[in-house]
């Protein structure tokens, strides 16, 4: 190895990232714009939800209760109705994406603790709207019961842990702050960051379309300096977001970050290295730059999405997913991100990530060499 | 001087099921300025690519300096300048930087470095653009630094892949100039060319056809091997008189070129008034007609002819 040929390559790589305007907005700020876009659209507030209503009580009552929870800006009022069929014709015409029907005795078996006849139904082709009818009622029956019921009952000795019998679930977890955020934006972290992997991957090819590869090829330079050099300038690149993009979390978001940020930085470092090794693995194998583009889609972006728990937790995939996602780097960074963002752990829980993450960027980096031949055809 | 610096046997490259390059043999010797000539798609680029270690070869060995091409690919790196056809360099570096990139690749020590740069940039007449972007050189400049990016490492031999193509003539000029120099100072010099003009200027030349080598010769010998002499006609009207000479008898071949006609002959001096007469009695008005020398062109068809027919 020698390091004045990496220094070289890095110096070159270094000057085409800045000096291409184009190169240079989208490895500093496609990760921030990326993180805006999906932390908005994935927690997007559901606001003024039309709903119908159809009271069968029809006492002082369940009109308070009406009141309630249409009050505010989530749940708007479209309609006080007089039958199913009308839920029916609403919901068929997507005028309403929810109905609560009261039935009849409301007033009476909710005074009387007997329980709380209440029926929502939700337009099940647009389950967001719906569901979160559903969650909104629930969590001002509780409200209701609280203010309207307890207060009743509690001279006479009833306390709020009997009101159970009163089936009134309550998801506590969903609130209208941004709650969601603080567990999804880590996660979202983790995916952008390894951006910079897309880039890498389309280098070699440039140099292929370029012409510049074959002058490349014709000096002695060993393949292992190639791709280091090629690697490393994007490794500061997106070591520069490892510090602008936690900000925003916490300024934009208000994230909390709990843990260590020299350790969050350290490991960043290391996921960086195993990301890109793993992008510049797309690179030796596509010769043009669309092809690249597409195949880092495939294997790298996509897969960032969809296998590395983000969303959706490793422990529900099948057995042959979990094993692929352990090959993604930011399947261990998602775990580092959320553990140190949020419960601020440290390095005595993320280590076996750590570990994880370098063997990978070593693996793939000697993938990389071993199959990235100096020959042009 | 006279050492064999690339020796090369049954050099042959397949590209699917083409031949690209067909069985080689081929024997260059220390300082010699040998031009590979040829039609587009005979196989120079890829005879070149292959000696510069940018390929596998198919069969056959070449060996550059003693290092077997096979088994040393990366042996041979240091001491060859390499210079692919189309320009190759980082156009978002600047005509220094690419120097100084290459410089480093190759090794060239930080204490030659600045001294090497210099001349080279004033070699190739690039000093008042060295901080220019490659990218916004012109196509001649771009070709003058690409060689000087191929020199920087003082390299034992150069392999240049149609150099001087799509330059103009002022600046093809300049750069032969540049090529003749590095040959006196006993530098080995392989270049293609499409150019018979330039195949004239090397030491020795080969014909590419179809992936082999046809001829392998100094260029005055080639221009023997034809064994006729050329009788050039302008005519007034060129298709009428085309049509009344191929019908001429004792004549080997006629080439067209642009409104002339060059017609082979065993001796010109003999055959002169006999064609005159030919078409004077055919009512063919000439411009011009006379004995012409013979030109790398003519012969290079003629000979691409004869292994065509």
């Known amino acids: 190895m020698n390091f004045r040929h990496v220094w070289a390559v890095m110096r070159k790589e270094f000057h085409h990232i800045i000096r291409d305007r184009a190169t240079l907005f989208l490895v500093l700020f496609t990760p921030t714009l990326l993180l805006l876009l999906m932390a908005y659209a994935l927690t997007v507030d559901i ?11 029809a006492t002082q009552t369940s009109r308070a209760f009406v009141q309630q929870i249409t009050a505010g800006q989530d ?10 069929d009308e839920i029916d014709a609403l919901l068929v015409n997507g005028e309403i994406k929810a109905a609560l029907v009261i039935a009849p005795g409301f007033d009476r078996d909710l005074l009387s603790l007997r329980g709380m006849p209440l029926q929502v139904i939700i337009d099940g082709t647009e389950p967001n709207s719906g569901n979160f009818a559903v969650e909104h009622i629930s969590a001002r029956a509780e409200t209701f019961v609280d203010s309207a019921v307890l207060s009743q009952w509690q001279p006479a000795g009833v306390s709020s842990d009997s009101l159970s019998v009163l089936d009134v679930r309550v998801q506590t977890w969903f609130n209208p702050d941004l709650k969601p955020r603080n567990d999804l934006v880590p996660g979202l972290i983790s995916m952008v960051l390894g951006l910079p992997a897309l880039s890498v ?55 909390s970050f709990n843990g260590n940020f020299a350790l ?21 194998f596509m010769r043009t730059q669309a092809a690249a583009l597409a195949l880092s889609f495939l294997v790298i972006f996509f897969p960032g999405f969809f296998l590395t728990g983000i969303f959706f937790p490793l422990a529900s995939m099948p057995e042959e997913m979990r094993m692929e996602a352990m090959f993604l780097p930011g399947t261990h960074y998602a775990i580092v991100t959320r553990g140190i963002f949020l419960p601020g752990v440290g390095m005595e829980v993320l280590w076996p990530y750590a570990v994880m993450m370098a063997v990978l960027g070593l693996v793939y980096i000697a993938l990389a060499a071993l199959f990235f031949k100096k020959k042009l055809g | 001087m006279n050492e064999k610096i690339v020796e090369i046997e049954g050099l042959t490259r397949i ?34 690519r292959l000696l510069a270690g940018l390929l596998n070869i198919s069969e056959g ?40 990139f290459f410089a480093e690749l190759f090794d060239v020590s930080s204490k030659d470095l600045e001294e090497r740069t210099e001349r080279l940039l004033e070699f190739a007449g690039l000093l008042p653009f060295k901080n220019r972007r490659a990218a916004h050189l012109s196509g001649g400049m771009q070709k003058k630094l690409a060689l000087a990016c191929t020199l920087i490492h003082e390299p034992e031999i150069l392999l240049l892949d149609e150099p001087t193509t799509g330059v103009d003539p002022v600046s093809r000029r300049e750069f032969w100039n540049i090529l003749t120099e590095l040959h006196l100072r006993g530098t080995t010099i392989i270049v293609s060319t499409p150019y018979m003009d330039e195949a004239d200027r090397c030491s020795r030349v080969g014909l590419m056809y179809a992936g082999k080598l046809i001829e392998c010769d100094t260029p005055h010998n080639i221009r023997k091997k034809i064994d006729s002499e050329i ?78 027919a």
């Open chain 1, 75 to 84: 749940l708007d009022l479209y309609a006080m109705v007089y039958s199913i």
């Open chain 2, 231 to 308: 009788i050039e006609v302008w005519p007034v009207n060129w298709q009428k008189a085309l049509d009344k000479v191929m019908e001429l008898e004792n004549i080997k071949e006629v080439q067209t070129y642009g409104e002339t006609l060059h017609i082979l002959v065993d001796s010109g001096e003999r055959q002169l008034p006999e064609i005159k007469r030919s078409l004077k009695k055919a009512g063919i008005e000439v411009r011009s007609i006379r004995v012409a020398p013979v030109h790398m062109e003519q012969a290079f068809i003629s000979l691409i002819r004869r292994i065509d």
């Open chain 1, 47 to 57: 606001k003024h939800v039309p709903i119908a209503v159809l009271d069968y009580d």
């Open chain 1, 201 to 255: 991957a389309l280098t070699l090819a440039h140099e292929r379309e370029h012409g510049t590869l074959e002058q490349l090829l014709a000096t002695p330079i060993k393949r292992a300096e190639l791709l280091l050099g090629k690697i490393f300038p994007y490794v500061v690149v997106g070591l520069l977001n490892v510090i602008l993009i936690p900000w925003l979390a916490i300024m934009w978001f208000k994230i």
């Open chain 2, 15 to 48: 590209f699917k099921k083409t031949r690209a390059v067909d069985g080689l043999h081929l024997i260059i010797e220390t300082g010699e300025l040998f031009g590979l000539v040829g039609p587009d798609g005979a196989g120079k680029t890829t005879t070149l």
């Open chain 1, 264 to 284: 969050f930085f350290g490991l960043s470092a290391i996921f960086m290295f195993g990301v890109l090794s793993m992008g510049i693995v797309v690179g030796v």
């Open chain 2, 61 to 100: 060995t070449a060996a550059l300096m003693g290092f077997d091409l096979n088994n040393q690919p990366d042996s041979i790196k240091p001491y060859v300048g390499y210079m692919a056809q189309q320009f190759s360099l980082y156009g978002e570096l600047s005509a220094l930087e690419n120097l100084l």
